[in-house]
C-alpha cells in the first residue's frame, strides 16, 4: 500500500453548524447527550438579529470557518455535512458576564438564551445589554453537555470522538467549534472555528487488487493508539489529547466514517474526526483485504493532527507490497498550508 500526495495542515473557512443538542450535567449525560451535526458547505447563517436597547437579552447570529480542500481539491462530501445552516434547537454554551450560559438557535432570532436549560452547571439568569454596554467578551462553545461536574465545585471541561465514526449519527457527534471573540451590540455576530482534526482517506487499487477488492476492504484509523478525548481549555476553548491516567480510557482504534461521495480515480474514501495530537510513529492507517491480508502505514516524523485542520492521504491498496504483514512501503509528497487569519462578520 503506497501513500501519495498526504495534505497536511489545510485552511479553514467559512462553514455552518447544524444541530446542537446538549445537558451540563454529568459524564454520563455529556456521553447520552444528542450533540451536533455540522456542515461543510460554505454558507452564512445570519437571521435577522435586531439590536438589542438597554436591558434586552443578548442575542447574536454566528458562522463557523470550514475545512476546504488544498492542491487536491475539496475533501469527499460527507453525509454527517449535509446543507451548511443552523437548525432550530441547536445549542451552545456561552461564557459571559463571569458566568456560563445556555443559548438555543432561533430561525427568527439566532442563539438566545435557553432558560429552559436543564444543566445544573449554568447560570439560568437571561443575559442583558446594560446600560452604556457596547460590547462583552465572550467564550462559547458546542456542544454544552461537554462540561461537567468533578466534584467539590470544581468542573471538567472535555469533549470525546466516538471510536465507532462508521456510524453516521456518532460521526456527527465527535465534532467540536468554539470561539473567543468579542460581541458587539451594535453588530452582534460570532464567527466559529472547528477543534478537531479531520483525516480523509482516499484509497484506489495497486496492480495486484482491483477497485472491488479495495472498495470491500475494512479500514481502521489507529491500533489501539489513538486518542479520543480532548480537554478543553475553559480561557479560550481550544482543545488538547487528553493523556489519560492510570485506569483511565486508554488509546483506542477508530473505525472511520464512510463518505458519501468518491472522487474521481479512487475506489472509496472514509473520514474521521480526532483530538489534536502526534500520531509519528503510530500505525496509523489499517486496511485488510476479504482474503485476510493486512496491509499498514506507519505514520512519518512529524505526523501532528492540528485542531481545525485536514489531513488527506491518498492510499494505494497493494497486496504485493505486504513484505512482512503491516510493513509496507510508500512515498508521501508533502503539501502544507496554514490557516488564514480569522475575521468576525
Known amino acids: ?49 435586531a439590536i438589542g436597547g438597554d436591558g434586552t437579552s443578548v442575542t447574536f447570529g ?3 470557518a470550514a475545512r476546504e480542500g488544498h492542491n487536491n481539491g475539496n475533501a469527499p462530501a460527507s453525509r454527517a ?29 439566532g442563539f438566545v438564551h435557553d432558560s429552559a436549560d436543564p444543566g ?23 456542544p454544552t453537555a461537554c462540561i461537567s461536574s468533578a466534584g467539590d465545585g470544581a468542573f471538567l471541561y472535555e ?18 467549534v468554539y470561539t473567543t471573540q468579542t460581541l458587539y451590540r451594535s453588530n452582534p455576530k460570532l464567527s466559529f472555528r472547528h477543534g478537531m482534526a479531520r483525516v480523509v482517506l482516499r484509497l484506489r487499487s495497486g496492480g495486484s487488487l482491483t477497485d472491488e477488492d479495495v472498495a470491500g476492504a475494512s479500514v481502521l484509523l489507529g491500533d489501539k493508539n489513538l486518542f479520543t478525548r480532548a480537554d478543553i481549555d475553559p480561557q479560550n476553548g481550544t482543545l488538547t489529547a487528553h493523556k489519560p491516567k492510570p485506569n483511565g480510557l486508554g488509546p483506542q482504534t477508530i473505525t472511520p466514517h464512510r463518505c458519501a461521495d468518491t472522487p474521481a480515480g479512487y475506489a472509496v474514501a472514509y473520514e474521521a474526526l480526532l483530538p489534536p495530537q502526534d500520531v509519528s510513529g503510530k500505525e496509523f492507517i489499517q486496511v485488510r483485504l476479504s482474503d485476510g491480508t493486512e496491509l499498514g502505514y506507519i505514520g512519518e516524523s512529524g505526523s501532528m493532527l492540528e485542531g481545525g485542520h485536514e489531513y488527506i492521504y491518498n492510499v494505494t491498496v497493494d497486496a504485493a507490497q505486504q513484505v512482512p504483514a503491516k510493513n509496507i512501503s510508500y512515498s508521501i509528497t508533502r503539501h502544507v498550508h496554514r490557516p488564514t487569519s480569522q475575521t468576525t462578520e
Open 62 to 64: 454566528a458562522t463557523i
Open 81 to 109: 455535512i449535509p446543507d451548511g445552516t443552523f437548525a432550530e434547537g441547536d445549542r451552545i454554551l456561552v461564557h459571559m458576564d463571569g458566568k456560563r450560559k445556555a443559548f438555543v438557535y432561533s430561525t427568527a432570532q
Open 1 to 49: 500500500m503506497k501513500i501519495h500526495n498526504h495534505t497536511l495542515p489545510k485552511a479553514i473557512r467559512r462553514n455552518s453548524i447544524r444541530r446542537w443538542l446538549a445537558t451540563a450535567t454529568t459524564m454520563t449525560a455529556m456521553l447520552t447527550a444528542t450533540l451536533a451535526t455540522l456542515t461543510g458547505c460554505s454558507a452564512d447563517n445570519d437571521p435577522e438579529t
Open 120 to 142: 445544573t452547571n449554568v447560570d439560568h439568569t437571561p443575559p442583558v445589554w446594560k446600560s452604556g454596554e457596547a460590547e462583552k467578551s465572550v467564550l462559547a462553545y458546542g
Open 159 to 176: 469533549v470525546y470522538v466516538s471510536v465507532a465514526q462508521n456510524d453516521d449519527r456518532e460521526y456527527k457527534y465527535s465534532d467540536y
